[in-house]
């Protein structure tokens, strides 16, 4: 039995910080602007993960599909 490999899936690098106040910030570098600050490291790693899914979606939206997420798919026609 031969087995499928996906492909791999894309990751984007998310780096922490913490602030004087003690709230953490958490900044994906390779989309720009991409950062949130949460009370806790888990809270801005939620709160980033979304706004990234956002920018993402709203970068398809408008018509540019960055690689990272043309690999998240694949395409093929349907049997019939």
Known sequence: MTRKTLPKTPSFLVEYERETDKR?????PNLPGVMAYGLTKTEARKKVFAIALRTLADKVEHGITPASVTKLFSNEMAHS
């Open 24 to 28: 953490w910030i958490a900044d994906i």
